[in-house]
């Protein structure tokens, strides 16, 4: 656990995510377009909370986002399966004349920000032109559990966008459902087992129970959508 003061937020062994530290909680909405692509994100409701508090990831609480014990009447399994890779060891490349995008398949949390314009796979190859490269970064960027990465050939650093330690209980409002938690400007996330999970900027935690890339989200929530 972190020290009293940091920031933190801990994936208990079969229970809630324990959170510590002042940050902002508020909902995150995919706003899509007439099209039903999603286009941007749009914030809504924040919560107010302790300094310590518990956020739900079995899906199953009555006053969400946060816990209220009914993981261990249904015995909720949280049990991790996530590989321990790092990002960079995860991520595949495809470069593109200016940029390149990184991309990790196994964190898609299926927000879909990457399909219009031609998706994000084919704009990489465009970047050499202005229209294209802002929607290439844009895409890449809003990705939330940071599946996406774009990174700059000359300098090879992550071209991110500035995020605020803060937590994002994202809305789908096209599939009509809840989304993963979207932790934001790189809060440490440890496992009771002592495991840090990787520190980054974007990181989409599952909060339905259902994802089989615990503790990250899969999109799982979304399936009947797909
Ligand atoms: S994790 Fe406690 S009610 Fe869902």
Redesign the pocket.
């Given at each position: 656990m972190a020290k009293t003061g940091e920031m933190s937020i801990t994936v208990s062994g079969n229970?809630?995510?324990i959170v510590q530290g002042e940050m902002m909680v508020a909902e995150q909405h995919i706003v899509p377009d007439a099209a039903g692509m999603s286009v941007e994100w749009r914030e809504g409701k924040e919560f107010d909370h302790p300094a310590t508090f518990?956020?739900?990831?079995?899906?199953?609480?009555k006053?969400k986002p946060f816990?209220?014990?009914?993981?261990?009447k249904i015995d909720?399994d949280?049990t991790g399966s996530a590989s321990r890779d790092t990002y960079d060891e995860q991520a595949g490349i495809t470069e593109g004349p200016t940029l390149s995008l990184k991309d990790a398949e196994s964190l898609c949390a299926f927000a879909r920000f990457c399909d219009p314009a031609g998706q994000v796979w084919g704009l990489v190859h465009e970047t050499d032109q202005e229209g294209p490269r802002i929607q290439f970064l844009h895409e890449a960027g809003s990705c939330p559990g940071g599946r996406l990465v774009a990174v700059d050939n000359e300098t090879e650093s992550a071209m991110e966008p500035r995020l605020e330690k803060s937590i994002g209980l994202v809305i789908d409002t096209r599939a009509k459902v809840d989304g993963p938690l979207w932790i934001r400007g790189g809060i440490p996330i440890p496992a009771l087992d002592g495991y840090e999970y990787e520190v980054r900027n974007r990181v989409a935690l599952c909060r339905c129970?259902r994802s089989s890339n615990k503790p990250y989200c899969n999109g799982s929530h979304a399936a009947g959508a797909r």
């Open positions: 229970g809630p995510y518990r956020l739900c990831r079995c899906g199953h609480t006053t816990c209220d014990g009914t993981h261990k909720f949280g129970g």
